[in-house]
């Protein structure tokens, strides 16, 4: 089972580029959510959606978009990256959005942006 | 708003016993959760608590007292596969997870 799988592994981006990092999961869970985990500060929710169809802003959501069209795939965009937006981001999903549920992380996108 | 607080870092004896405290001020609880990373990878699930007291599972037990706003993590046993970094992560009132920075612990023979 593949679980939640993230693309690219990494990625060096100039500022200013759009880029989109894609997030699949098969466990047909509900929720699911993209957080970023910088030294120092661990992991802070950027966006998140509980449904497909449905999404919600986090704790960091300036600079970043999502859409949820299906359950399976969630996709965070940077539509114009800036160097603070380095870091590495994890997404993650669970049953339902209650979150009292596990939730599981995928291997994570290294992102360094120029 | 949140506060949640682990120490930074923690170093032990293989085969011996570390505890890992977490205590926290959030808007809210609903919950405590305890993750294991090893570096370069993702969160993986250890522990979950929401009500008072000890959860033990194998090696790792996890205490939860909400009067206080206070867990710990206790690691007993320990091997070489421990070193990694323990999160603490709380479930607030509007049901997301607020994560701690982290524990980052090594462990040497």
């Known amino acids: 089972t593949a679980g939640i799988t993230q693309a690219p592994t990494s990625q060096i981006l100039a500022a200013g580029r759009s880029m989109t990092l894609r997030c699949t999961q098969d466990?047909?869970?509900?929720?699911m959510y993209w957080y970023r985990q910088d030294l120092g500060l661990g992991l802070r929710l950027i966006h998140y959606?509980?449904?497909?169809?449905?999404?919600g802003k986090g704790e960091v959501p300036d600079g970043y978009s999502v859409s949820r069209a299906n359950t399976d795939d969630f996709p965070l965009t940077l539509a114009s990256a800036v160097p603070s937006q380095t870091s590495v981001y994890f997404c993650a999903s669970s049953a339902s959005g209650g979150g009292m549920e596990t939730q599981y992380f995928g291997p994570g996108t290294r992102l360094l942006v120029l | 708003g949140q506060n949640i607080d682990q120490p930074t870092e923690m170093t032990a004896t293989e085969g011996a016993i570390v505890q890992i405290n977490c205590t926290y001020q959030t808007s809210g609880f609903n919950g405590l959760f305890w993750y294991q990373q090893h570096a370069g990878e993702a969160p993986t699930f250890l522990s979950y608590n929401v009500l008072d007291g000890l959860e033990e599972k194998g090696r790792f037990s996890s205490f939860l007292s909400r009067s206080k706003g206070y867990s710990y993590l206790l690691l007993k046993e320990l091997q070489m596969k421990d070193s990694a970094s323990y999160l603490c992560?709380?479930?607030?009132?509007?049901?997301?997870?607020?994560f701690g920075a982290g524990t980052t612990v090594t462990v040497r023979a």
């Open positions: 959606s509980n449904t497909a169809g449905t999404t």
């Open positions: 466990m047909r869970h509900n929720a």
């Open positions: 992560a709380v479930i607030e009132n509007d049901y997301k997870l607020s």
